[in-house]
């Protein structure tokens, strides 16, 4: 069935002795597929009576194993099938718009195999890539809602032509056609456009409802139906017939009418891009627009703010203004490479040229003038319109997107997807989850999480869980002051690079009244995303208190509203979001307010102080996707950062973790010169296979212990006193011993444990560590 697409079967003397038995194979066929009423016997029948005596210059019909039923699936996968037996190359689009489904060029994942054309049929509709010999005039109809036609670019078309074509000719959703032909070079996809007498401005093309596409571009394949429309379908046959001299002469004078329509610069003035006023009237243009909509014409919207912004800036700083200034609020963002390309769609296809509407250009316009110095104020007031943009566009965007996320994230209970976990900390909560740290005053809540966010900051496993390593944005409304000794403490401590990805801003973020504080917080994450190429994985506020300034903690419906601003924070980001917050005076186990709050949460981190002991520990509480862990004790350790500039000691302090019994491990404070899991994995398989054994436990002794020890930045006790220098081994002893043991998990170091004999006549088991043996598969 996969014929030339100017192949013409009357042509064909040698198909003359087939056509006793099938008088047009290819027909019959077609015509079976697009019946959806596919009868395999008989198909196959017709393509091997075919094959056999077709003449060697045309190409076999495929045997095609059509298992379809009437359905829309069937219907598509029918006309997919017929398209590609008539040569066309085709691609997975949408169901419900004109947008290919996968990212990239349309003719790269364009494909006429049967197997893949019947695996994307389930989720998709087809769209014919249109190769470089392939030109298709797409016709439309519109009409109003009474049904009377409004636009008809398929009259018009074939009054242009003197009369209808007679080539391949496919019907469109709105009653209008598509016509094929082929051409031996590409033209230049135009959109048809009316003209505009009171601008002066000709018309676009062939006229408003006349698309050309050429090489590049799609159209929908029979078999593909859109929302409301009707479905694709063939109505003429004939073969593609190479397109007339008419109409190519049609296509170069609407060429040439295109450069009649540009906007010229005044005379004399030359655009360089070098006036700040002219980036400044970008900006502010990249933020009055509305966001682009996935479903509601995003494309289009996209192409006409980097139309409008080219008309003031160039190219470059276009694309760094639709970056920064316009697609963090679409909905969803665009990638960085699709944005540029749309940019360079804009330039390839604009009207005007380049910077027609500059300052230069129209300074008699009775233009407010800015000196270069005011600039970047008028930047940031555009940058604060934009905000209170992003917080009016809320509502709108949520309304009308809610249909298109309900349909997207539905999930059938026969579906058999594997399934993954996504741990943002292994065993505790996921990558892009609402986890709430509760605890009293003054116990180390903020100590804690800071640890946390440190660890996600480097990628390095925080008590011997692994992280999700990217950016980590604290947002600290209580104890700012001291906000930099805690972060000199903990980078000192803990041996965190200065160039971590882990950042604080110590001014409060109103998460209850304020839609434009939410859109500043996305928007700066988005940034810290592609500054340092990683996801942002921890926004925290903290605390609850000083982030809802108004409202009522124990009220349902102000705990609501800030749930739902956390929502978004997550929705735009991805990261996951912790708050702070207080328990009650009287339940200390519980955060204090509305139990809204706890419901609405993923996991909870408690900070449980015994009031006689002062003993501290995390407890995991209200853990959504896991089983709680068992609670991780811990104290503050004093840390000394030098003298100010009058003397005087500044101290802060950190978090230290204990084991006792080794559920967990406290390794953040690897040494500098082992940077990496890896780095510190191979230097301590370099000393085991130096040294016959390494035992664990007596780290005190020369057998290697203390290299090891001080490799993974433990402190055995020298020249401490005896009880102390006990103590402190016990508890390096017991992380060391976890850390050796997760590498023997993964076969990077070999143990055995062997009867030791101690003191008093009794004897223990004893592991010894050394390096992996090396298999000889």
């Given at each position: 069935m996969k014929m030339p697409k100017d192949y013409d079967a009357t042509n064909d003397c040698d198909l003359q002795s087939v056509s006793a038995s099938i008088p047009d194979p290819i027909a019959e066929v077609n015509a079976l597929l697009m019946a959806a009423e596919v009868d395999e016997q008989k198909t196959d029948e017709i393509a091997r009576q075919y094959n056999a005596m077709k003449p060697k210059t045309a190409k076999a019909i495929p045997v095609v194993k059509a298992d379809v039923e009437q359905s829309p699936e069937a219907h598509r996968l029918a006309g997919a099938l017929q398209m590609a037996g008539r040569g066309f190359k085709l691609l997975p689009v949408a169901l419900d718009r004109k947008k290919a489904a996968h990212k990239g060029r349309f003719i790269d994942q364009a494909t006429g195999d049967i197997e893949q054309l019947r695996a994307w049929s389930k989720r998709y509709n087809f769209g014919i890539a249109?190769?470089?010999?392939?030109?298709?005039?797409?016709?439309?109809?519109?009409?109003?809602?009474?049904?009377?036609?409004?636009?008809?670019?398929?009259?018009?078309?074939?009054?242009?032509?003197?009369?209808?074509?007679?080539?391949?000719?496919?019907?469109?959703?709105?009653?209008?056609?598509?016509?094929?032909?082929?051409?031996?070079?590409?033209?230049?996809?135009?959109?048809?456009?009316?003209?505009?007498?009171?601008?002066?401005?000709?018309?676009?093309?062939?006229?408003?409802?006349?698309?050309?596409?050429?090489?590049?571009?799609?159209?929908?394949?029979?078999?593909?139906?859109?929302?409301?429309?009707?479905?694709?379908?063939?109505?003429?046959?004939?073969?593609?017939?190479?397109?007339?001299?008419?109409?190519?002469?049609?296509?170069?004078?609407?060429?040439?009418?295109?450069?009649?329509?540009?906007?010229?610069?005044?005379?004399?003035?030359?655009?360089?891009?070098?006036?700040?006023?002219?980036?400044?009237?970008?900006?502010?243009?990249?933020?009055?627009?509305?966001?682009?909509?996935?479903?509601?014409?995003?494309?289009?919207?996209?192409?006409?703010?980097?139309?409008?912004?080219?008309?003031?800036?160039?190219?470059?700083?276009?694309?760094?203004?639709?970056?920064?200034?316009?697609?963090?609020?679409?909905?969803?963002?665009?990638?960085?490479?699709?944005?540029?390309?749309?940019?360079?769609?804009?330039?390839?296809?604009?009207?005007?040229?380049?910077?027609?509407?500059?300052?230069?250009?129209?300074?008699?316009?009775?233009?407010?003038?800015?000196?270069?110095?005011?600039?970047?104020?008028?930047?940031?007031?555009?940058?604060?319109r934009g905000e209170e943009l992003v917080a009016q566009e809320a509502g709108k965007t949520a309304t009308l997107t809610r249909l298109e996320q309900i349909e997207k994230s539905i999930i059938y209970i026969g579906d058999d997807d594997p399934i993954e976990s996504d741990p943002l900390i292994e065993g505790i909560c996921d990558r892009g989850t609402f986890v709430l740290v509760t605890g009293p005053m003054k116990t180390g809540k903020t100590l804690n999480v800071m640890d946390i966010c440190a660890h996600i900051a480097v990628g390095r496993q925080w008590n011997s869980r692994d992280v999700a390593q990217g950016v980590a944005i604290y947002c600290l409304a209580e104890g700012g002051k001291g906000v930099k000794r805690r972060l000199k403490a903990l980078r000192t401590a803990k041996n965190i690079p200065a160039d971590a990805p882990m950042m604080v801003c110590p001014i409060a973020i109103d998460l209850f009244k304020s839609n434009a504080d939410v859109a500043a917080v996305i928007a700066f994450a988005n940034e810290q995303a592609k500054k340092h190429r990683l996801p942002v994985q921890a926004i925290v506020f903290d605390t609850l208190a000083r982030s809802m300034i108004g409202g009522n903690e124990s009220a349902v419906e102000d705990i609501?509203?800030?749930?739902?601003?956390?929502?978004?924070?997550?929705?735009?980001?991805?990261?996951?979001?912790?708050?702070v917050t207080h328990t009650g005076w009287i339940d200390k186990k519980r955060s204090r307010g509305s139990t809204a709050l706890p419901g609405a949460i993923d996991a909870e981190l408690l900070i449980d102080v015994d009031e006689k002991t002062e003993a501290a520990q995390i407890v995991f509480q209200n853990l959504r996707e896991y089983e709680a862990p068992e609670p991780i004790k811990y104290h503050l350790e004093s840390i000394d950062l030098g003298k100010d500039t009058k003397g005087?000691?500044?101290?802060?302090?950190?978090?230290?973790?204990?084991?006792?019994?080794?559920?967990?491990?406290?390794?953040?404070?690897?040494?500098?010169?082992?940077?990496?899991?890896?780095?510190?994995?191979?230097?301590?398989?370099?000393?085991?296979?130096?040294?016959?054994?390494?035992?664990?436990?007596?780290?005190?002794?020369?057998?290697?212990?203390?290299?090891?020890?001080?490799?993974?930045?433990?402190?055995?006790?020298?020249?401490?006193?005896?009880?102390?220098?006990?103590?402190?081994?016990?508890?390096?002893?017991?992380r060391v011993k976890a850390r050796l043991d997760k590498w023997v998990k993964k076969g990077d170091i070999a143990v055995v444990y062997r009867e030791v004999e101690r003191e008093g006549g009794r004897s223990d088991k004893i592991p010894f560590y050394s390096a992996p043996v090396p298999h000889n598969d």
């Open positions: 249109t190769e470089a010999d392939l030109l298709v005039i797409d016709c439309d109809i519109r009409r109003d809602e009474k049904g009377a036609v409004i636009k008809d670019g398929l009259a018009h078309f074939i009054n242009l032509m003197g009369g209808e074509p007679d080539v391949f000719t496919t019907r469109t959703g709105s009653g209008g056609k598509q016509f094929f032909f082929s051409i031996d070079n590409p033209v230049t996809s135009t959109a048809g456009k009316a003209a505009d007498p009171a601008k002066g401005l000709p018309e676009v093309g062939l006229g408003e409802g006349i698309d050309i596409r050429s090489y590049g571009a799609l159209v929908l394949a029979p078999g593909s139906q859109l929302p409301g429309k009707d479905r694709y379908s063939v109505i003429n046959a004939a073969p593609v017939a190479p397109a007339p001299e008419r109409l190519l002469a049609l296509i170069m004078a609407a060429a040439a009418r295109k450069k009649d329509r540009k906007r010229k610069l005044s005379e004399g003035v030359v655009f360089t891009g070098d006036d700040p006023r002219d980036y400044a009237e970008g900006t502010r243009r990249a933020l009055d627009a509305a966001p682009a909509i996935e479903g509601q014409g995003g494309d289009n919207q996209t192409y006409s703010v980097a139309a409008a912004i080219l008309d003031v800036c160039t190219e470059d700083q276009t694309k760094d203004i639709m970056r920064e200034h316009y697609n963090p609020r679409c909905v969803p963002e665009w990638d960085d490479d699709e944005l540029d390309e749309k940019v360079e769609n804009a330039v390839a296809y604009r009207e005007n040229e380049i910077g027609s509407d500059c300052y230069a250009a129209t300074v008699d316009k009775e233009l407010d003038v800015i000196s270069e110095t005011d600039w970047p104020t008028l930047i940031k007031a555009a940058a604060d609501n509203v800030v749930v739902g601003k956390v929502d978004r924070i997550r929705e735009a980001t991805g990261s996951t979001v912790f708050v005087r000691l500044i101290k802060s302090a950190v978090v230290r973790y204990d084991l006792d019994g080794g559920s967990g491990g406290d390794f953040e404070h690897i040494a500098a010169e082992a940077e990496t899991e890896a780095d510190v994995l191979r230097k301590v398989q370099e000393r085991f296979a130096k040294v016959d054994t390494y035992r664990a436990y007596w780290l005190h002794e020369d057998w290697g212990g203390n290299y090891v020890a001080e490799l993974l930045g433990e402190d055995v006790g020298e020249g401490l006193a005896a009880a102390d220098r006990t103590k402190q081994q016990k508890a390096a002893r017991a």
